[in-house]
């Protein structure tokens, strides 16, 4: 049966990279079958000091291509290839820590003793796989992303299924072959390409699973997680605003070039990307006025290209939608003082705001583009509330040299992690 095919294109270029062929249903459940039988399979099963020499030999496999791999990043998803070489050694050092933490992990003892009922006795606890784990990743980290969801599975001696973006899949397969290539048994690791929604659907629900890892939209995310067999267990990243703040006692020689990769990197197409700044009115006019020279400047194009700073966006779509939001919020009365409008291609110009509306949609939803805005504040205590005023945040920065004010958006962001005088991304 002649299943369809998928064809990877290159957003710098539109032009096609290579075509694959895709998994139906039949396919990718099977996959999950023979994972599955894998594990349940006792005399396939990998020792732990198999399992770290299959690592040692990946990790010296991947660090002989990192260039290789980087430019295969660049490629198929657009990151500048000066980001694309942080992101393989990145993605490197990912298997260099799973091999270090399963080394070194193997189990605790707890003396007891508290009690008379307990005395001269300990309890000891030991780490074991749970099942297959099933990975469904995300295009804007197309290498390191896949090493966090599989490389820990794998080491603890878990079978693994990854599904990874269609629009990204080359990094993955790329990944895959260098693990089998590091002696790491067929139907261990194993990628499933396919743009089906049903078939992903499928694999989702399917009762072979132990474990599920998704990257992607909060939307899908959760829709996803409801058509898990019941006892499967799931960890959903997904996407946010982070927001920053910066005080009257920011340093801007430091904060400016913060503000600037934390807003731009990658074009701006990751969940950590600076999409709300929250200035000072003291400071407000020479923010803007120092951002918008360093946005102007800013080289964009092809990603392959070692000094472009700013790429592509990964799909044309997104140039519609984003150039769409900025209109809106110009109409409302916002002002774009850098760019705001495509420049052919997937490119859209690194555009630099103010005046945004609360309620426009630059300001409620993340834009996932080059688009930056700047608000003006005169209370700390209003920057962090309107810094707030959204459902997801993983990451959020002040930029400030004063402990108090540190210490206060510490506890009153509503995010996971606070960056200090360092931008979110």
Same mark, same amino acid.
């Given at each position: 049966?002649?299943?369809?095919?998928?064809? @990877?294109?290159?957003?710098? !270029?539109?032009?096609?990279?290579?075509?694959?062929?895709?998994?139906?249903?039949?396919?990718?459940?099977?996959?999950?079958?023979?994972?599955?039988?894998?594990?349940?399979?006792?005399?396939?099963?990998?020792?732990?000091?198999?399992?770290?020499?299959?690592?040692?030999?990946?990790?010296?496999?991947?660090?002989?291509?990192?260039?290789?791999?980087?430019?295969?990043?660049?490629?198929?998803?657009?990151?500048?290839?000066?980001?694309?070489? $942080?992101?393989? *050694?990145?993605?490197?050092?990912?298997?260099?820590?799973?091999?270090?933490?399963?080394?070194?992990?193997?189990? !605790?003892?707890?003396?007891?003793?508290?009690?008379?009922?307990?005395?001269?006795?300990?309890? #000891?606890?030991?780490?074991?796989?749970?099942?297959?784990?099933?990975? #469904?990743?995300?295009?804007?980290?197309?290498?390191?992303?896949? $090493?966090?969801?599989?490389?820990?599975?794998?080491?603890?001696?878990?079978?693994?299924?990854?599904?990874?973006?269609?629009? !990204?899949?080359?990094?993955?397969?790329?990944?895959?072959?260098?693990?089998?290539?590091? /002696?790491?048994?067929?139907? +261990?690791?194993?990628?499933?390409?396919?743009?089906?929604?049903? @078939?992903?659907?499928?694999?989702?629900?399917?009762?072979?699973?132990?474990? #599920?890892?998704?990257?992607?939209?909060?939307?899908? /995310?959760?829709?996803?997680? &409801?058509?898990?067999?019941?006892?499967?267990?799931?960890?959903?990243?997904?996407?946010?605003?982070?927001?920053?703040? $910066?005080?009257?006692?920011?340093? %801007?020689?430091?904060?400016?070039?913060?503000?600037?990769?934390?807003? +731009?990197?990658?074009? &701006?197409?990751?969940?950590? *990307?600076?999409?709300?700044?929250?200035?000072? /009115?003291?400071?407000?006019?020479? %923010? @803007?006025?120092?951002?918008?020279?360093?946005?102007?400047?800013?080289?964009?194009?092809?990603?392959?290209?070692?000094?472009?700073?700013?790429?592509?966006?990964?799909?044309?779509?997104?140039?519609?939608?984003?150039?769409?939001?900025?209109?809106?919020?110009?109409?409302?009365?916002?002002?774009? @003082?850098?760019?705001?409008?495509?420049?052919?291609?997937? #490119?859209?110009?690194? !555009? %630099?705001?103010?005046?945004?509306?609360?309620?426009?949609?630059?300001?409620?939803?993340?834009?996932?583009?080059?688009?930056?805005?700047? +608000?003006?504040?005169?209370?700390?205590?209003?920057?962090?509330?309107?810094?707030?005023?959204?459902?997801?945040?993983?990451?959020?920065?002040? +930029?400030?040299?004063?402990?108090?004010?540190? %210490?206060?958006?510490?506890?009153?962001?509503?995010?996971?992690?606070?960056?200090?005088?360092?931008?979110?991304?």
């Amino acid at each position: 049966m002649n299943r369809a095919r998928l064809h @990877v294109t290159n957003p710098s !270029t539109g032009e096609t990279i290579r075509e694959l062929p895709t998994d139906d249903r039949e396919a990718a459940l099977g996959k999950l079958d023979a994972a599955w039988a894998c594990f349940h399979d006792r005399s396939q099963a990998l020792a732990l000091h198999e399992r770290i020499e299959i690592l040692e030999r990946l990790h010296a496999l991947m660090t002989s291509e990192e260039q290789a791999l980087a430019e295969l990043i660049a490629l198929e998803g657009g990151k500048p290839l000066q980001d694309a070489l $942080v992101e393989a *050694s990145r993605a490197t050092a990912g298997v260099r820590i799973a091999i270090n933490v399963i080394s070194e992990d193997l189990g !605790t003892v707890i003396p007891l003793g508290h009690r008379a009922a307990s005395a001269g006795r300990s309890n #000891f606890t030991r780490k074991f796989s749970r099942g297959v784990v099933l990975a #469904f990743s995300a295009f804007n980290h197309p290498l390191n992303l896949i $090493v966090h969801q599989i490389i820990p599975a794998f080491a603890t001696g878990s079978p693994c299924v990854v599904k990874p973006a269609p629009d !990204t899949p080359l990094s993955c397969l790329r990944l895959v072959e260098l693990m089998h290539a590091a /002696g790491v048994p067929r139907d +261990y690791v194993q990628a499933s390409v396919s743009e089906d929604l049903e @078939v992903a659907a499928a694999m989702v629900a399917s009762d072979r699973i132990a474990f #599920f890892s998704f990257i992607g939209s909060a939307r899908v /995310g959760w829709m996803l997680r &409801g058509q898990l067999h019941p006892g499967v267990r799931c960890a959903l990243e997904h996407g946010g605003v982070a927001p920053a703040i $910066v005080t009257p006692s920011a340093n %801007l020689d430091l904060a400016v070039p913060s503000i600037i990769k934390g807003g +731009y990197y990658h074009a &701006g197409q990751v969940c950590v *990307s600076t999409q709300r700044v929250y200035a000072h /009115g003291s400071v407000f006019e020479a %923010l @803007v006025e120092r951002l918008s020279a360093r946005v102007g400047a800013l080289k964009v194009g092809d990603a392959s290209d070692a000094a472009t700073e700013v790429g592509p966006l990964i799909r044309a779509a997104e140039v519609d939608r984003i150039e769409s939001w900025v209109e809106e919020a110009v109409q409302a009365g916002a002002k774009a @003082v850098v760019g705001g409008a495509r420049s052919g291609g997937n #490119f859209f110009k690194p !555009t %630099l705001m103010t005046g945004v509306p609360a309620d426009a949609k630059l300001s409620t939803q993340e834009v996932f583009g080059p688009v930056v805005c700047v +608000y003006a504040y005169d209370e700390l205590d209003a920057a962090l509330a309107a810094a707030n005023v959204h459902p997801h945040a993983f990451q959020a920065a002040i +930029y400030t040299q004063e402990l108090d004010d540190m %210490l206060r958006a510490f506890e009153a962001f509503d995010a996971s992690a606070v960056m200090v005088n360092d931008h979110s991304a």
